[in-house]
């Protein structure tokens, strides 16, 4: 199976602030990577997939880019409704692994 | 308005059986790949099933295989979940997910449903 890693795994930031969270995959999976959102108490939610493309109605201050085995999303300015936890996904092949996750918390 | 409703979680000893139901409206649901994804409280998630359009293909994930079935009725635009043999370490929000787009095998999972809990326990 492809292992999935993230970092930081958490991180403190101030509203406005640029954000980079980073994943990894254990082998190439082109592009096939997803990423996603999750409050607490809430389902997660659709942010990027195949890498870059922005879900509608996901606000354009995040962004999504890498190939291969890294990948990157960032958010431009950090929004007080950002502050969540992050999930990269590959769909490359089955089965598919999620990374552990990005926690961000305000500063 | 998609929407997407779990059913079936409970309390149940190991060894036990559950079959979660996960029942959909607001698309046509035979377009789409459909799948399961858990997460055990305060913990990361982890994909469990998907299956395709037909229900001609299933996959699973290494630590549910052998153990759990996916199924599908698109008549009923419900997609279930079969857990046999369960194990504490099951226990779990167990979320119903759509893939994003039609006739895509890609199990891109959005939206979510809002989750039902599994617990095991003696």
């Known amino acids: 199976a492809i292992q999935m890693t993230q970092s930081p795994s958490s991180l403190s930031a101030s509203v406005g602030d640029r954000v980079t969270i980073t994943c990894r995959a254990s082998q190439d999976i082109r592009n096939d990577l997803i990423w996603y959102q999750q409050k607490p108490g809430k389902a997660p939610n659709l942010l990027i997939y195949?890498?870059?493309s922005l879900q509608s109605g996901v606000p354009a201050r995040f962004s999504g880019s890498g190939s291969g085995t890294d990948f990157t999303l960032t958010i431009s300015s950090l929004q007080p409704e950002d502050f969540a936890t992050y999930y990269c996904?590959?769909?490359?092949?089955?089965?598919?692994?999620f990374g552990p996750g990005t926690k961000v918390d305000i500063k | 308005e998609v929407q997407l409703l779990e059913s079936g979680g409970g309390l149940v000893q190991p060894g036990g059986s559950l079959r979660l139901s996960c029942v959909v409206s607001g698309f046509t649901f035979s377009n789409y790949v459909m799948s399961w994804v858990r997460q055990a409280p305060g913990k990361g998630l982890e994909w469990v099933s998907t299956?395709?359009?037909?229900?001609?293909?299933?996959y699973y994930a290494d630590s549910v295989k052998g153990r759990f079935t996916i199924s599908r009725d698109n008549s009923k635009n419900a997609f279930y979940l079969q857990i046999n043999g369960l194990r504490a370490e099951d226990t779990a929000f167990y979320y119903c997910?759509?893939?994003?787009?039609?006739?895509?095998?890609?199990?891109?999972?959005?939206?979510w449903g809002q989750g039902t809990l599994v617990t095991v326990s003696s």
């Open positions: 195949a890498a870059s």
């Open positions: 997910a759509k893939g994003l787009l039609a006739y895509s095998t890609n199990a891109w999972f959005d939206p």
């Open positions: 996904l590959q769909d490359y092949n089955y089965p598919l692994t």
């Open positions: 299956i395709s359009t037909r229900g001609d293909n299933t």
